[in-house]
Every structure is written in C-alpha cells, then in structure tokens.
C-alpha cells in the first residue's frame, strides 16, 4: 500500500486569494487523484493526473480554477484559484500504483474561506 | 450520477457481523464494485472489491448477487472503532480511459456497545 502525505491539513483563507495543496506519495505511482468533499458529503472527482501528461479534469471542474501540476511519479499540487466561500471543502488527493485495483487516500486538506 | 444506492444508516452491536447493503442494478459487465470506509475526519480507507465472485481478506467479506445487481459487504465481528461511513462504489471508464471511482452517498454504521 502507499502512504499519503498532504500539506496543508487545514487553512483558512480570505475570499479572492489562491491557496495551493501539495501531495506526496511514499513510493512511484501511476496515477493521482484530486477529489472534493463538501461538507456532509460525498466525494466529488475534481481532476485525475498522469505524470508527463496534463490532468484530465471532470465535467463541472475547469483548469483555471483548479491548476494541477504532477512534476514526477511521487508528488502532485492542486490549487483553488480566486476562492469564494463555496470552495470551503475537504480537497482529498488519492493514488493508484501500476498493479495495484486500489486507491490510497491521503488524509485531506481542510479548506475555509471567509 | 452515483451509480450505487445504500441505507443512509445503519445500526450494530458490537461484537455481531454487521450486513451492509448496496444495489447497483445499472452496473456494467465490466464494472467493479469497491467498499471504502471513512472514519470522521480522515481519508476514505480501502475495504475490498470485486467484480462477479465474492471476496474475502481480512477486513470484511463482500458477496456479490449473481445478477450483479447488488451486493452485501460483511463485517463479521464489528467492532466500536468499525464505526464509520461505508461507501459502496463502482469503478468505470471515464472518456480519457481512466479509472474512476463513482461515489454515492455512503451508509453511516454506529457500532454501539
């Protein structure tokens, strides 16, 4: 299994502002996963990133908003551009290794903005 | 869409098997189905999957309906610290060909003492 790391685990930010969320597996996976999780909610798919490639982004989710970088096997960043209140949110980044049927979860990055 | 729909909530003593339902009657053939567990306040853990047979590891056992049409994820001897939200999930296709994870909106299980 991989072991998530996220930084920051929380923040609260103002209105207009960017804040970026890095992720960091302890070993080299294929794929990484952005997901956002609403109060109460369910998880929501935001981006998935392959290394080398651009991030293939979900229907309501654009790459303006949410910049996603995935600089090698072991690292990705996403960041919330130009927040509004509505993106107060548990932002939760995932992987899955070549040979692996499963997603590892980081332990996600809590996000309020005034 | 979710393509999975569950019990909002369930109860369970602790100690007895907890039985946890879902139904993806709109599952494809080649559609796995995943149970993943949230514990308040951490990332979503892996429980087990499967696509036709049913499974067994050392969390849980899941039994998949010959349809396919639903399946019951099993949690032999709950336990106070088994209780969490459970998601039953099936994996697809997404357009670029990846992987993707459709989420529902969970059964959240109390175990009570």
């Known amino acids: 299994s991989a072991v998530i790391s996220q930084k920051p685990s929380r923040d609260i930010c103002q209105r207009g502002t960017s804040l970026t969320i890095q992720c960091q597996v302890d070993s080299q996976v294929t794929m990484m996963f952005w997901y956002r999780q609403q109060p109460g909610q369910s998880l929501t798919l935001i981006a998935t990133a392959n290394q080398g490639s651009e991030a293939t982004y979900e229907s309501g989710f654009v790459i303006d908003k949410f910049p996603i970088s995935r600089p090698n096997l072991t690292f990705s960043t996403l960041t919330v551009s130009n927040m509004s209140p509505e993106d107060s949110s548990i932002y939760l980044c995932s992987s899955e290794g070549l040979g692996y049927n499963e997603q590892f979860f980081g332990p996600g990055t809590r996000l309020t903005v005034l | 869409d979710a393509k999975t729909t569950q019990p909002p909530s369930m109860d369970c003593a602790e100690g007895r098997a907890a039985n946890l339902p879902c139904n993806h009657s709109t599952i494809s053939g080649n559609e796995y189905v995943y149970w993943y567990r949230q514990i308040h306040s951490q990332g979503p853990q892996y429980i087990i999957h499967g696509l036709k047979n049913n499974e067994t590891n050392e969390m849980a056992s899941l039994i998949i309906t010959e349809d396919r049409k639903s399946s019951t994820l099993i949690l032999p001897h709950a336990t106070l610290r088994d209780t969490a939200v459970y998601y039953c999930?099936?994996?697809?296709?997404?357009?670029?060909?990846?992987?993707?994870?459709?989420w529902g909106l969970g059964t959240s299980l109390a175990v009570n003492p």
């Open positions: 999930i099936v994996r697809v296709r997404n357009a670029g060909n990846n992987r993707k994870l459709i």
